[in-house]
């Protein structure tokens, strides 16, 4: 039996984790001495208000090759293929951690580590995708290859409201974080090659909001696309971000959800996202 098995760093809705029986092992959140499960011990609402109480930034980690090998035997059996779908490596050690519990189960398991090369919902979307093909009869060989595709073509654009959650995080220098809030700069970028890069600034939210749709349109133009509305920590942003795009694009399907911790943790409340991926014709 094939199961399919992605980390914390991926945004799906509960009904494709049902539907399409994907399992989720989730990222490490330490506050001081104490460390969290994600969405097990801390959801969104409790990751901030201990933000708000200890004005810090938690430190994530990704779970680790022992936490792998025990998520793996409390999903899988004996002989099964567990196809391992996780956050592009160049940010975060789960695909590593994923690899070394692959060779601990080897021939108990048969474990395949795929980097997604990316994050949020593109990856729920992978193993969405992942699961509709084995159900169609497809190979692993063929599995994998259109996993390849959606690598290569998917693309995170994102504005972020404030630069002081990636201050804290140490993504940003604290000198950039302050000039930028002190002319209310909004930071702009995309997810390249598994990389996150702050591509431009602009002066307003709307004028930040407006350049994200922008750049949605010049890389995709009027192709069928399927769209993610990405928010944190502000639903109606969200919803209103959804509305306009609807009427710009060729959209054949759209989900609106909330990031992660794992991106929250860096883009802080108030970013907004697209997540795109290009549909077969």
């Known amino acids: 039996m094939l199961r399919i098995i992605t980390d914390g760093a991926a945004d799906l809705p509960e009904s494709w984790k049902k539907d399409f029986q994907i399992e989720q092992i989730p990222v490490n959140i330490q506050f001081g001495e104490k460390t969290y499960l994600q969405y097990i011990d801390l959801d969104n609402d409790g990751f901030f208000r201990k933000i708000e109480?200890?004005?810090?930034?938690?430190?994530?980690?990704?779970?680790?090759?022992?936490?792998?090998?025990e998520f793996y035997k409390k999903h899988a059996e004996p002989g099964d293929t567990i196809l391992s779908i996780h956050v592009t490596s160049k940010l975060s050690g789960t695909y590593a951690s994923s690899i070394a519990a692959?060779?601990?189960?080897?021939?108990?398991?048969n474990v395949i580590p795929f980097d997604s090369a990316n994050g949020s919902i593109a990856i729920g979307y992978m193993c969405r995708e992942a699961r509709i093909l084995e159900r169609q009869g497809k190979s692993m060989e063929e599995i994998l290859a259109r996993l390849e595709v959606l690598r290569q073509t998917s693309r995170l654009l994102f504005t972020l409201d404030t630069l002081e959650y990636a201050r804290m995080g140490g993504r940003v220098s604290a000198i950039t974080a302050t000039l930028a809030s002190l002319i209310n700069l909004k930071p702009v970028g995309k997810l390249i090659d598994g990389l996150l890069e702050i591509t431009e600034k602009v002066r307003t939210r709307k004028a930040s909001i407006d350049r994200l749709i922008e750049m949605a349109q010049e890389e995709y133009g009027d192709r069928p696309i399927f769209l993610g509305a990405l928010y944190i920590r502000d639903k109606a942003a969200g919803d209103t971000l959804a509305l306009k795009v609807k009427e710009l694009f060729n959209i054949k399907e759209m989900e609106t959800i909330e990031m992660?911790?794992?991106?929250?943790?860096?883009?802080?409340?108030?970013?907004?996202?697209?997540?795109?991926?290009?549909?077969e014709q």
């Open 53 to 69: 109480e200890t004005k810090s930034i938690p430190k994530t980690s990704q779970p680790t090759p022992y936490q792998f090998v």
């Open 102 to 109: 692959a060779k601990e189960l080897e021939g108990t398991f």
């Open 260 to 279: 992660s911790i794992s991106l929250a943790a860096n883009f802080g409340p108030g970013t907004l996202g697209l997540m795109i991926i290009p549909l």
